[in-house]
């Protein structure tokens, strides 16, 4: 006759299996359904950061609206676009934004490399009537970390 002991061991054992079992059945099949909603809302999300990719690149090559002006004559200097940058307090990257060109351009067209062309002058000396408030307002307009990115530099 085998060990009491031993039986009701191997009894306890197998009944305690059988019990988990059945409890971790339903725990897995709650995280399998988590798992399918959690990969629905991340190909949610990375569709709608697509569209607003596409969606933000439109809006950035847009040309701002530029009041033209055919009896002045606008000049334009690497010094003054420069000045300008530093007085609104903008990175090149924020002030490309407003004007609506790239940040090479605007790092070019600082260091005298390259002349922005007449229609690019135009958006330039359309933003030389502006303030900080102002420039921060528009930039909050077009991309809002851009306004996030501006105040970070200006607090160090």
């Known amino acids: ?9 191997q009894e306890i054992t197998r009944l305690a299996r059988k019990e988990t079992r059945s409890q971790t059945v339903v725990l897995k099949k709650m995280s399998a359904l ?19 990719a596409v969606m933000e690149k439109a809006v950035l090559k847009q040309a701002p609206v530029v009041p033209v ?18 007085r609104l307090d903008l990175s090149a990257d924020d002030y490309a934004q407003l004007a609506g060109v790239s940040a090479v351009s605007i ?33 909050a307009a077009l991309k809002p970390r851009a306004v996030k990115t501006a105040k970070k530099s200006r607090k160090k």
């Open 1 to 9: 006759m085998p060990n009491i002991m031993a039986v009701l061991k």
């Open 107 to 139: 790092y070019k067209w600082e260091s005298g490399q390259v002349r922005p062309r007449q229609t690019q002058v135009l958006a330039l000396a359309a933003l030389r009537d502006i303030g900080k408030k102002e420039a921060l307002a528009r930039l």
């Open 69 to 86: 002006e055919t009896t002045k004559k606008i000049r334009f200097t690497a010094k003054g676009l420069l000045a300008q940058r530093k």
């Open 34 to 52: 988590y798992r399918r909603d959690i990969a629905g809302l991340k190909r949610t999300v990375a569709q709608l950061q697509k569209k607003t």
